[in-house]
T-cell receptor, first 113, second 111 residues
């Protein structure tokens, strides 16, 4: 079945640690996105990529980094510079274009301990 | 001002009721519009796209008013299973081709 897979589902991070969240898709989509959701809030865009080897900052990119070396993969690293990383992280992908919907993975819930 | 604004609710309605949600967006150059549904602690899923001519899918009707820059979602004959958060989503034509989400409106349908 085609879809987007995020792993892990739950992740615990100690203060000062970097962690990487995985996102893989087999939908052959060109565009991929990372969003962050805090309790009772909407989704905020962290980074997005419209093509391999290219990505752009979203609204809240500080403290995060990404790479897009393969079409299928768009990992997100939450660095120690991100002061409040506890949140629900959602990866999405879409066919390139303005009028297209996005499909989401099941999310990773990150908690700083 | 937020780019996409929604009333957070919650809207508490009895089964069988009709409920309407509105959403406003700030960028008049926005090109595409969607309603997503998000269940508690789950990922958002597309409910329906919104077209200028309006569109209907069963009990759900979506409307777009470009002149007033608002989008609406009407749910008729509410079911318990409609309880969720409904996210208004806009694709802004600012060179950034990524969906912008409202904060969501929570619906609770009660027996």
């Amino acid at each position: 079945d085609g879809g987007i897979t995020q792993s892990p589902k739950y992740l615990f991070r100690k203060e000062g640690q970097n962690v990487t969240l995985s996102c893989e898709q087999n939908l052959n989509h060109d565009a991929m996105y990372w969003y962050r959701q805090d309790p009772g809030q909407g989704l905020r865009l962290i980074y997005y990529s419209q093509i391999v080897n290219d990505f752009q900052k979203g609204d809240i990119a500080e403290g995060y980094s990404v790479s897009r070396e393969k079409k299928e993969s768009f990992p997100l690293t939450v660095t120690s510079a991100q002061k409040n990383p506890t949140a629900f992280y959602l990866c999405a992908s879409s066919i390139e274009g303005v009028k297209t919907e996005a499909f989401f993975g099941q999310g990773t819930r990150l908690t700083v301990v | 001002r937020k780019e996409v604004e929604q009333d957070p609710g919650p809207f508490n309605v009895p089964e069988g009721a009709t409920v309407a949600f509105n959403c406003t967006y700030s960028n008049s150059a926005s090109q595409s519009f969607f309603w997503y549904r998000q269940d508690c602690r789950k990922e958002p899923k597309l409910l329906m796209s919104v077209y200028s001519s309006g569109n209907e899918d069963g009990r759900f009707t979506a409307q777009l008013n470009r002149a007033s820059q608002y989008i609406s979602l009407l749910i008729r004959d509410s079911k318990l299973s409609d309880s969720a958060t409904y996210l208004c989503v806009v694709n802004l034509d600012t060179g950034r081709r990524a969906l912008t989400f409202g904060s969501g409106t929570r619906l609770q349908v009660q027996p």
